[in-house]
């Protein structure tokens, strides 16, 4: 089998999420780290031409968008599965996955988290509380949505972990480096079931680099 390579920007919640899909069925990867500001670069642009993180390789095989990218690591490797195969659970994992890009990670993890840690840590910018406070309602909503989503379950469709719980975990783990994120997790379902994603081996080997983990 031809190398897997995936292609991203370390600290990435998308990166970490395709690393964690790796993880869960014990398939070998490489992480080709890349620099911020590579992905608008002509060699960046062929890997993504959106600009943007993770892409993967497997010999002449090219692939990118997060979601995409988890399904093919199913697919292609063995181990257990990662996703359901009832229409309804097949349902509400992608629905989960969609209120993640769509939604969660637009409207606020990737203003609250650049604000808060990207910014002032790595470009020297103080936080913009205008944008941040302009975030927090569709944030609110976003974590309110998934709370109710998840209930009392374990994962999000049900005992299993799938590429629902997989994906968001990640942008989760993030937001709860910010001050705003540990607030609206706290008390919640979905504080309980981030300790329990923290605690698979997946996301203690996918951990963000140790600069960002200090800036929280």
């Given at each position: 089998m031809?190398?897997?390579?995936?292609?991203g920007?370390?600290?990435?919640?998308?990166?970490?999420s395709?690393?964690?899909?790796?993880?869960?069925k014990?398939?070998?990867?490489?992480?080709?780290?890349?620099?911020?500001g590579?992905?608008s670069?002509?060699a960046?642009?062929?890997?993504?031409?959106?600009?943007r993180?993770?892409?993967?390789?497997?010999?002449?095989?090219?692939?990118?968008?997060?979601?995409?990218i988890?399904?093919?690591?199913?697919?292609?490797?063995?181990g257990?599965?990662?996703?359901?195969?009832?229409?309804?659970?097949?349902?509400?994992?992608?629905?989960?996955?969609?209120?993640n890009?769509?939604?969660?990670?637009?409207?606020?993890?990737?203003?609250?988290g650049?604000?808060?840690?990207?910014?002032?840590?790595?470009m020297?910018?103080?936080?913009?509380?205008?944008a941040?406070?302009?975030?927090?309602?569709?944030?609110?909503?976003?974590?309110?949505?998934?709370?109710?989503?998840?209930g009392?379950?374990?994962?999000?469709?049900?005992?299993a972990?799938?590429?629902?719980?997989?994906?968001?975990?990640?942008?989760?783990?993030f937001?709860?480096?910010?001050?705003?994120g540990?607030?609206?997790l706290?008390?919640?379902?979905l504080?309980?079931?981030l300790?329990?994603?923290?605690?698979?081996?997946?996301m203690q080997?996918?951990?963000?680099p140790?600069?960002?983990?200090?800036?929280?």
């Amino acid at each position: 089998m031809s190398e897997f390579i995936v292609y991203g920007v370390p600290g990435s919640p998308f990166m970490r999420s395709v690393c964690v899909g790796m993880e869960e069925k014990g398939a070998p990867y490489r992480i080709e780290a890349l620099a911020p500001g590579f992905m608008s670069t002509e060699a960046g642009l062929r890997l993504h031409p959106f600009g943007r993180v993770p892409a993967i390789s497997q010999g002449e095989f090219a692939l990118y968008e997060t979601q995409a990218i988890l399904r093919y690591i199913d697919a292609e490797f063995t181990g257990p599965s990662l996703q359901p195969k009832t229409p309804q659970a097949i349902g509400r994992m992608n629905q989960v996955i969609g209120v993640n890009d769509w939604y969660l990670f637009p409207l606020g993890t990737r203003v609250i988290g650049f604000q808060r840690i990207i910014g002032p840590t790595f470009m020297g910018l103080t936080p913009d509380e205008a944008a941040i406070a302009g975030a927090m309602g569709d944030t609110t909503r976003a974590f309110a949505e998934l709370n109710r989503l998840l209930g009392d379950k374990a994962y999000f469709v049900g005992d299993a972990l799938t590429l629902a719980d997989i994906h968001i975990a990640p942008q989760i783990a993030f937001m709860a480096m910010t001050p705003e994120g540990r607030g609206l997790l706290q008390g919640t379902p979905l504080e309980a079931w981030l300790q329990r994603m923290n605690a698979r081996p997946s996301m203690q080997a996918t951990l963000p680099p140790a600069g960002l983990r200090a800036a929280a």
